[in-house]
Nanobody, 119 residues
Framework: VQLVESGGGLVQPGGSLRLSCAASGFTFSVMAWFRQAPGKEREFVAA????????YYADAVKGRFTVSGDNAKNTLYLQMNSLKAEDTAVYYCASDPRLSYYATAYKYWGQGTQVTVSS
């Protein structure tokens, strides 16, 4: 399983970004986004069940971020709107057969993409 994130960058507060995660090889039923800010633990952001499309969000991003997937392209997305300075982090996608809100439960990870929210 190989996961490759893209789409990060520098954006002003209140702006938007869309992250992508291209998956190759076998894709497990749950795809998730995590983020890690400097000096902090990796935290859950959002997840989606690949077949049923049920979505899950951390309270901090609910209403601002939207997770989605494209089966044909085997790609996971994270649309991030109304970005705040506290959203600054490296964002990672992860895949596992079961849903978990803990990073340690996921076996497969991408390399991460930096998102910086600053004026």
């Amino acid at each position: 399983v190989q996961l490759v994130e893209s789409g990060g960058g520098l954006v002003q507060p209140g702006g938007s970004l869309r992250l992508s995660c291209a998956a190759s090889g076998f894709t497990f039923s749950v795809m998730a986004w995590f983020r890690q800010a400097p000096g902090k633990e990796r935290e859950f952001v959002a997840a989606i069940r690949w077949n049923g499309r049920t979505t899950y969000y951390a309270d901090a991003v609910k209403g601002r971020f939207t997770v989605s997937g494209d089966n044909a392209k085997n790609t996971l997305y994270l649309q991030m709107n109304s970005l705040k300075a506290e959203d600054t982090a490296v964002y990672y996608c992860a895949s596992d057969p079961r849903l978990s809100y803990y990073a340690t439960a996921y076996k497969y990870w991408g390399q991460g993409t930096q998102v910086t929210v600053s004026s």
